[in-house]
C-alpha cells in the first residue's frame, strides 16, 4: 500500500511523455485536375479560365477626356428690350437741316511738365520695366559726354612736365660732362700739385707714427685703417703725376 502511495524514484517517472499530434489532411484545390485531364497541355486546366475569349469591340476603348467632369451647357437667351416712348421719324431729303462744312482745326493743349523720368530696361518679356539711376552702374553715362576718347588735360600736363624735365636733365648731363673733360695741365700746376699731395702725405705719416705701440682698441684700429688707406691713395696719385710729368718731358 505505501509503495503504491510513494513509487520508487526514478528517472523515468521524470520524462515527459511524448504527445502525437495529428496533422490535419492535406489541403487539395478543388480545381484540381483529374487523372485524365493531366495527360492535356496546360492550357486546358481550369485555372487557367476559359480556352477562348472574346475580341474587345473599338467602340468600347475609353475615349479621350471622356472622365473629365462637364460643365453645364449655358443656354443663351434673347432678350428684346422695347422703348416704352416711340421716337420721332427721320425727316426726308428736302427737309434735313443745313450742314455747315468747316474744317478741322487742330488745339494746342499745354501738357504739364514735370520731372523727366530716368531711362527704362524692359527686363521680361512681359514688358515689366525697371528704371536704373545714374549710381547703379546700369546706365551709359562716360561714354555720352563730350570728351569721350579724348586724352584728359591732367594726363597733358603730365607728359608736358616730363618733357621739360627730360630736356632739363640733358642739358645739365651735357654740362657735367664739358665740366669732367680732362684738361692739360701745365709744368708748373703739375708741380704744385704734386707739392701739396707730399705736404698731405707728410702729415699723415707724422700721425701714423704718433699711434701706439700695442693697439688693443677699436677706436684705434679704426684709425690706423684709415690713415693706411689715405696715405696709400695719396702714394697713388703722386706716382701718376710724376709719371704723367716724366712723359710730357720727354716728349
Not at 677699436?218 to 716724366?246: F, G, P, Y
Amino acid at each position: 500500500m505505501a509503495e503504491e502511495l510513494y513509487p520508487l524514484e526514478s528517472i523515468h517517472n521524470f520524462i515527459e511523455k511524448t504527445v502525437i499530434i495529428e496533422k490535419p489532411e492535406r489541403y487539395v484545390s478543388k480545381f484540381r485536375p483529374t487523372v485524365l485531364e493531366e495527360r492535356k497541355p496546360i492550357h486546358f486546366m481550369k485555372t487557367m479560365g476559359p480556352t477562348k475569349l472574346d475580341v474587345p469591340i473599338p467602340s468600347k476603348y475609353l475615349k479621350k477626356h471622356s472622365k473629365e467632369p462637364k460643365l453645364p451647357e449655358i443656354k443663351q437667351v434673347k432678350t428684346h428690350y422695347v422703348c416704352s416712348t416711340k421716337k420721332p421719324s427721320v425727316p426726308l431729303g428736302p427737309f434735313l437741316p443745313p450742314v455747315s462744312i468747316s474744317t478741322p482745326t487742330k488745339r494746342k493743349t499745354a501738357l504739364p511738365k514735370g520731372p523727366k523720368q530716368p531711362p527704362s530696361v524692359v527686363d521680361s518679356n512681359k514688358g515689366h520695366k525697371e528704371c536704373h539711376t545714374r549710381d547703379s552702374g546700369l546706365v551709359p553715362v562716360y561714354i555720352r559726354k563730350k570728351d569721350y576718347g579724348e586724352v584728359p588735360n591732367y594726363l597733358l600736363r603730365r607728359k608736358a612736365k616730363h618733357e621739360k624735365a627730360l630736356e632739363e636733365y640733358n642739358i645739365n648731363l651735357k654740362k657735367q660732362e664739358e665740366h669732367e673733360t680732362m684738361k692739360y695741365l701745365s709744368d708748373t700746376e703739375c708741380q704744385s700739385i704734386i707739392k701739396d699731395l707730399k705736404q698731405k702725405y707728410n702729415e699723415l705719416n707724422a700721425a701714423y707714427l704718433r699711434l701706439p705701440f700695442v693697439i688693443d682698441t677699436l677706436s684705434t684700429k679704426d684709425r690706423k685703417t684709415r690713415l693706411e688707406a689715405e696715405m696709400k691713395q695719396l702714394d697713388d696719385d703722386i706716382q701718376l703725376l710724376d709719371r704723367w710729368e716724366s712723359i710730357s718731358k720727354n716728349k
